[in-house]
């Protein structure tokens, strides 16, 4: 079955530490964002990427880094610059972004961090 | 004045009634507009797309009213599974269709 897959589920990171979140989808879609979700919050954007090896700032992209070397993998790096890092973190996927409004997002289970 | 707008709620019903939230955006130029369903501690789910006209999926209808900015999603026969929090999705055009997420409608079906 195809699906977008976040790892870990739960993940603690210690003051200063960086942190990487995995994304892998086998949707083959084009683009693929990460969103960060506090209690009692919307999603907010952090980065997308639409094509391999290219990608853009969300709202809120201090104090986090990405890569997409892989059309599948689009994994996300939670550095030490980030001082409010514990929230869920969900990973998604469309097609391709002039046609999510035909389709919508795929979204992975998500990643929870917390900061010990 | 935010771009998408949600009642947080909680709507709390009983089994069997008819609920319906509104979600208003401010962008006159949203062209794309989704319900997701958002179960505790979950990742969203889509739901369904609100088209222009209008569109129904089994006890769910979605509507878009263009004059007015907002969307609403109507659920009738409410189930204790239909408990969820309902996120509100708008995209717009102008060169970026990244979309913009309400803050959510939490609703409570209970016995």
């Known amino acids: 079955d195809g699906g977008i897959t976040q790892s870990p589920k739960y993940l603690f990171r210690k003051e200063g530490q960086n942190v990487t979140l995995s994304c892998e989808q086998n949707?083959?879609?084009?683009?693929m964002y990460w969103y960060r979700q506090d209690p009692g919050q919307g999603l907010r954007l952090i980065y997308y990427?639409?094509?391999?090896?290219?990608?853009q700032k969300g709202d809120i992209a201090e104090g986090y880094s990405v890569s997409r070397e892989k059309k599948e993998s689009f994994p996300l790096t939670v550095t030490s610059a980030q001082k409010n890092p514990t929230a869920f973190y969900l990973c998604?996927?469309?097609?391709?972004?002039?046609?999510?409004?035909?389709?919508?997002?795929?979204f992975g289970s998500g990643t929870r961090l917390t900061v010990v | 004045r935010k771009e998408v707008e949600q009642d947080p709620g909680p709507f709390n019903v009983p089994e069997g009634a008819t609920v319906a939230f509104n979600c208003t955006y401010s962008?006159?130029?949203?062209?794309?507009f989704f319900w997701y369903r958002q179960d505790c501690r979950k990742e969203p789910k889509l739901l369904m797309s609100?088209?222009?006209s209008g569109n129904e999926d089994g006890r769910f209808t979605a509507q878009l009213n263009r004059a007015s900015q907002y969307i609403s999603l109507l659920i009738r026969d409410s189930k204790l599974s239909d408990s969820a929090t309902y996120l509100c999705?708008?995209?717009?055009?102008?060169?970026?269709?990244?979309?913009?997420f309400g803050r959510g409608t939490s609703l409570i079906v209970h016995p």
């Open positions: 949707l083959n879609h084009d683009a």
């Open positions: 962008n006159s130029a949203s062209q794309s």
């Open positions: 999705v708008v995209t717009s055009s102008g060169g970026s269709y990244i979309p913009t």
């Open positions: 609100v088209y222009s």
């Open positions: 990427s639409q094509i391999v090896n290219d990608f």
């Open positions: 998604a996927s469309s097609i391709e972004l002039s046609l999510l409004g035909n389709y919508g997002y795929t």
